[in-house]
């Protein structure tokens, strides 16, 4: 079975997707402070930077800098991925 959006490429990712995705656009630099830290933690770890989008865009999807596997619509993936960090939260 073969998917119209998926071109075999002899380059790594072995594929050339074509499929629109939506994706940041701009990203901007963000941190912030952790609570309930254990006691005697290094000074400067309770701070956590990240990078975030700051707006998205629709785009032919690049593997450059995003995951682009395709998903059914129906994929239960996404929803097996949140259950099992929810479970992790509690």
Same mark, same amino acid.
């Given at each position: 079975? !073969? !998917?119209?959006?998926?071109?075999?490429?002899?380059?790594?990712?072995?594929?050339? !997707?074509?499929?629109?995705? *939506?994706?940041?656009?701009? +990203?901007?630099?963000?941190?912030?402070?952790? +609570?309930? *830290?254990?006691? &005697?933690?290094?000074? &400067?770890?309770?701070?956590?930077?990240?990078?975030?989008?700051?707006? *998205?865009? *629709?785009?032919? #999807?690049?593997?450059?800098?995003?995951? #682009?596997?395709?998903?059914?619509?129906?994929?239960?993936?996404? &929803?097996?991925?949140?259950?099992?960090? !929810?479970?992790?939260?509690?």
């Amino acid at each position: 079975m !073969s !998917s119209a959006h998926l071109i075999s490429h002899w380059q790594f990712p072995y594929k050339v !997707s074509t499929h629109p995705v *939506c994706v940041h656009g701009e +990203r901007k630099h963000a941190s912030v402070k952790l +609570r309930h *830290c254990d006691p &005697g933690v290094e000074p &400067g770890t309770e701070v956590y930077h990240y990078v975030e989008a700051a707006n *998205c865009k *629709c785009q032919v #999807c690049s593997s450059e800098d995003t995951s #682009c596997e395709w998903l059914p619509p129906d994929s239960s993936l996404i &929803g097996g991925i949140i259950k099992e960090e !929810s479970d992790e939260i509690e």
